[in-house]
Structure formats: structure tokens, C-alpha cells
């Protein structure tokens, strides 16, 4: 058992929309809860870390990238409960926009994948649909920040 199933408070996580002219960066989960689902990078936030250090080091650490954080997107609660209804997970999600510093995409940390999707394939995907608002949100927030 994970020692962040069946909490007794919250957990932070942050997770980050690096987009790009590809598209979106999107892990493929390598750890409960979700594993195999496909997912934005991200991961907790660690004692002492501002949620922007927390994005920088888990984008790097799941996708290989060095990125720009551009802005706080929207923060929302992962609440999952077992069959017997007692919860298991508990997240606090901070997620943030960002775009490509530099590096090569690549899988690491808890991802098993990580790749490039395009805006128009995330609806396709499967995901949860606050992942999906996420992106979307993230989407229009970047189109209105200069270059």
C-alpha cells in the first residue's frame, strides 16, 4: 500500500500543462491512483518547495523537459473512495501552464510514456474531464500571453 492511500489530510499535488506548437505533453500514469491512464505530468508537492519548484522539478523528472511556468491555471480536488467507502486518496491539485525551456521529451519518474498530443486528439483520450477542462483552460490562458 502506497503511504498516501488512506490519508488522514490532503496531499498537494501539482500538475503542469506544458503546451507547445505539438500540442500538449500528456505521461502515461506509472503509479496509483490512475496507473496506466494517460495524465498530465506532475506529482506532490515536497516540504520546503513553492508549487512553481514542485512543477519545474516534476516536469523534469516525468517528461524530461525544462520548462517556463507562465501561470497558475486552477485548483482542483482529487477525492477518491474505496468500495467500502472510506477514501483512499485525497489530492489538492495545483495546476499550472507552462512552455518548453529546453530538453527532449522523454519518460521518466512515474511516467511509463510520455508524448506530445495534439489539442484536438485530448477529447479522444479518455481522460477525466478536469483533466480535459484543465488543458482547455490552460489553452485559452497561453494564446493571450505574448511571446
Known sequence: MSPREYPDRPFVGVGVVIL?????VMIQRGQPP??????????????????????IREAYEETGL???????VDVVDSIRADDDGTI????TLVDVTARVADGTLSAGGDAMNAKWVP??????MGLWSETVRIIELAAEMTA????
Open 20 to 24: 507547445g506548437p505539438e500540442g500538449v
Open 34 to 55: 490512475r496507473k496506466g491512464s494517460w495524465s498530465l505530468p506532475g506529482g506532490a508537492q515536497e516540504l520546503g518547495e513553492t508549487v512553481n519548484q514542485a512543477a
Open 66 to 72: 525544462n520548462i517556463e511556468v507562465l501561470g497558475l
Open 88 to 91: 483512499q486518496f485525497h489530492y
Open 119 to 124: 489539442l484536438n486528439e485530448i477529447s479522444t
Open 144 to 147: 493571450a500571453i505574448p511571446d
